[in-house]
């Protein structure tokens, strides 16, 4: 059964930095990119960052290019999303996601809030 669970989130000034983890099992982590996206109400969800197997390739959505930071333990099963300077407009539900079997599985999600 694959399962992916985020934690880390919480409420921070602007300014301030978060580590989200995304915990994954049932499946081959290693062999699989990872994606991070983000969402508020009635908005869309926003794809924020990618990681592929190998660790070293990374891409960024143009606006946490330089403050996030995306990252995987695969002997941990386990991606992570670095966020720093912290903005208010960073403020949503963070989610990690992976492609397999032929759709998308979702972790729960974890709230960021952003605010002085």
């Known amino acids: 059964q694959v399962q992916l669970v985020e934690s880390g989130g919480g409420l921070v000034q602007p300014g301030w930095s978060l580590r989200l983890s995304c915990a994954a099992s049932g499946f081959t982590f290693s062999t699989k990119p990872i994606y991070w996206y983000r969402q508020t109400p009635g908005k869309e969800r926003e794809w924020v960052a990618t990681?592929?197997?190998?660790?070293?390739?990374?891409n960024y959505e143009d606006s946490v290019k330089g403050r996030f930071t995306i990252s995987r333990d695969n002997a941990k099963s386990t991606a992570y999303l670095q966020m720093n300077s912290l903005k208010p407009e960073d403020t949503a539900v963070y989610s990690c996601?992976?492609?397999?079997?032929?759709?998308?599985?979702w972790g729960q999600g974890t709230q960021v809030t952003v605010s002085s």
């Open positions: 990681i592929i197997s190998d660790s070293d390739k990374t």
């Open positions: 996601n992976v492609w397999l079997l032929g759709r998308n599985f």
